[in-house]
């Protein structure tokens, strides 16, 4: 079992946490799976905007920051401990991005968490334009009859004004041929003849 949630968090298909520690896509220190342990699904994503300092202005002094001091107070806004590659995923996307500068020092980008407080970041050049809004829901309208044979006919009827009548949404008619064979199998002989009928409706429209 702990191999395979090993396996799991280093894959990214879970996530642990305990106490102040947070591990995604990278191997579990020995010892961390304790009864403490939380298991829990990946992490939500975050958004190059959530690093900027009107999203987490405590992080922030005279537009200058840390990659740590970013971790804390995205862990912090968060309300519990982030994974480091989360955090550093989108530090990435952000300096790709022109949001913001990478003052590397003595290390390396990308770096380990142990190398984080030493990653000074600045406010890039790039304008910040908020992200739009998400598309509204679509909304649909849906109703579903089984319709004895004689209402299909009646369907036949008034489809044309119906079509007529919703033009503007461009509506679409499912139709679904239920036939229960659990007591009377259909001889292939008829189900042939039934599969004719309902090509000359619908191409390839078969039972």
């Given amino acids: 079992m702990q191999r395979a949630i090993t396996q799991a968090v280093e894959t990214g298909l879970l996530w642990v946490t305990t106490g102040g520690l947070s591990v995604w896509q990278e191997p579990l220190p020995d010892g961390l799976l304790t009864t403490g342990a939380r298991l829990n699904a990946p992490p939500t994503p975050l958004s190059v905007f959530d690093l900027l300092p009107d999203r987490v202005p405590e992080a922030w002094q005279d537009g200058k920051t840390t990659a740590l001091a970013l971790l ?8 519990e401990p982030l994974p480091w590659l989360l955090v550093r995923q989108v530090i990435t996307e952000a300096r790709n991005h022109g949001l913001v500068h990478l003052e590397l020092g003595t290390t390396t980008w ?39 044979p004689s209402e299909v006919q009646d369907l036949a009827d008034v489809i044309g004004e119906l079509m007529r009548l919703l033009q503007p949404w461009a509506p679409t008619i499912q139709v679904t041929l239920d036939v229960d064979t659990s007591t009377a199998p259909m001889d292939p002989t008829v189900r042939h003849q039934v599969n004719a009928l309902l090509s000359q409706v619908k191409d390839n429209w078969t039972l």
């Fill in 72 to 79: 804390v107070a995205l862990s912090n806004l968060q309300g």
């Fill in 110 to 148: 990308p770096c380990g968490r142990a190398d984080a407080e030493q990653v000074r970041i600045s406010v890039g050049d790039t304008p910040i334009i908020d992200p739009p809004p998400p598309p509204l829901p679509k909304q649909r309208l849906r109703s579903d009859r089984v319709l004895k």
